[in-house]
């Protein structure tokens, strides 16, 4: 006796072919993507202790998600970001974004002591609406410290703001991005 097999069940070489070209060019418009850092500024020269600026510097666009958190790792492993001709200004690095061509969040990342921490990308979108739920009472609690005073609890809670919404991967990088934060946490 044989059990009836609906011709949906396998997809011939054409069909593979084309549907791996096809992602293929889905993924080629969405490319290169590009790199940058969020960094805390400030020179070093006592009498300017107080001016401390936030500054976003542009790491360089990449071909593809491993080379990207490479280059990301390297650039701030010094706990450095290189200042260009201001050479009494230090830039320490503080989050790392990846974007698409689109500008789409690929991929982002707190950095400590010289390290980047990926945040984990979103698995649904129910899970990214809860996020976005978060990271918004997280603001609200931050504008509220400083609107008593306190600049520090402020300063921290809008760091756990920005590590959620890191969290908000495009829904076309997830499982890459994901799949790329699970073999970093190996690495």
Same mark, same amino acid.
């Given at each position: ?6 011709? !949906?069940?396998? %997809? =011939? ?6 549907? @791996? $070209?096809?992602? %293929? ?13 969020? &960094?805390?500024? #400030? ?10 600026? /936030?500054?976003?510097?542009?790491? @360089?666009?990449? +071909? ?9 790792? /390297?650039? +701030?492993?010094? =706990?450095?970001?290189?200042? =260009? ?17 689109? #500008?789409?969040? +690929?991929? *982002? ?7 980047? %921490?990926? &945040?984990?990308? $979103?698995?649904?979108? *129910?899970?990214?609406?809860? $996020? +976005?739920?978060?990271? &918004?009472?997280?603001? !609200?609690?931050? %504008? ?11 300063? *921290? ?8 919404? @890191? ?12 799949? *790329?934060?699970?073999?970093?946490? $190996?690495?």
């Amino acid at each position: 006796m044989t059990a009836p097999i609906p011709q !949906t069940a396998f %997809r =011939g070489p054409g069909n593979n072919l084309i549907g @791996g $070209v096809l992602a %293929r060019l889905r993924l080629a418009g969405r490319l290169p993507l590009r790199i940058s850092c969020n &960094c805390r500024a #400030h020179w070093d020269d006592p009498a300017l202790d107080q001016l401390c600026i /936030n500054r976003e510097v542009d790491l @360089g666009t990449y +071909v593809d998600l491993a080379a990207a958190m490479i280059e990301a790792r /390297n650039a +701030v492993a010094s =706990g450095l970001i290189a200042a =260009g001709r201001d050479a009494a200004l230090r830039r320490a690095p503080q989050f790392i974004t990846i974007l698409d061509a689109e #500008h789409c969040l +690929v991929l *982002a990342g707190d950095v400590q002591t010289g390290l980047i %921490r990926w &945040c984990a990308p $979103v698995d649904s979108d *129910a899970e990214a609406r809860f $996020v +976005v739920s978060e990271a &918004c009472g997280l603001r !609200t609690k931050a %504008r509220a410290a400083t609107d008593v005073g306190d600049p520090a609890s402020a300063a *921290a809670l809008l760091t756990r703001a920005r590590s959620l919404e @890191g969290r908000l991967v495009d829904p076309f990088w997830r499982d890459l991005a994901a799949a *790329a934060v699970d073999l970093a946490l $190996v690495a």
